[in-house]
């Protein structure tokens, strides 16, 4: 059975056999009884997390009872555009490198992981759907792995190039369209822009 475990940059929890190079968490939102999401529910916690698929050796059942529900991304810049942020356990290094790049762009102290997810939070979601913000800047101009949104489809910027996102992974567009939005969220925009640099499905050639 394909489970709805794959996070898009839209952050919209699908079902599909494409692998993703993450894993994370927003919580328990599922029913381990079935291994199928709750009907509603999309998060229980304000730490969205990036983790690593591989740690410590460690092996869990996916949609186990008592314990979070594993989310899995197609690369770090998904992750980062659905509003999540690298976990401080088993990604220790680049989480500091996050913190302080997101303190960098955004003029603040360096923050806790609380304070990222409090700040995170309010600029991921609008209610229940996914919060687009306006543009801060031309496409090109923007940093590599940041998220934009034409319509329905999220676009990677890679090398100044728009690459159109799939489960799969990145497809070279001609040119940038015309009335985009940001999916990746301003702080994390800012992080991007102070340096901080996520990991990019090979797809995009980045």
Not at 47 to 69: E, N, Q
Not at 93 to 112: E, I, Y
């Amino acid at each position: 059975m394909t489970l709805q475990n794959r996070v898009t940059p839209f952050g919209v929890i699908i079902a599909t056999k494409a692998r993703g190079a993450f894993m994370g968490n927003r919580g328990i939102i599922h029913n381990a009884d079935t291994k199928t999401l709750h009907s509603m529910r999309r998060w229980t916690l304000k730490a969205w997390l990036i983790c690593l698929c591989d740690f410590k050796g460690r092996r869990r059942p996916v949609m186990g009872k008592g314990s979070y529900t594993e989310l899995f991304f197609l690369d770090e810049a998904t992750a980062l555009a659905a509003g999540h942020r690298p976990c401080f356990e088993c990604r220790r290094a680049d989480a500091q490198a996050f913190s302080a790049a997101f303190a960098k762009g955004t003029g603040l102290a360096v923050p806790k992981a609380s304070a990222m997810d409090r700040i995170l939070h309010a600029e991921r979601l609008d209610g229940r759907a996914k919060r687009l913000h306006p543009m801060p800047a031309a496409a090109d101009r923007l940093p590599d792995g940041a998220m934009l949104a034409s319509g329905t489809d999220a676009l990677l910027v890679a090398a100044r190039r728009p690459w159109r996102w799939s489960p799969e992974g990145y497809r070279r567009m001609d040119q940038w369209p015309e009335n985009l939005t940001m999916l990746t969220p301003p702080s994390t925009m800012a992080a991007l822009a102070a340096g901080y640099r996520p990991q990019i499905d090979a797809s995009a050639g980045a």
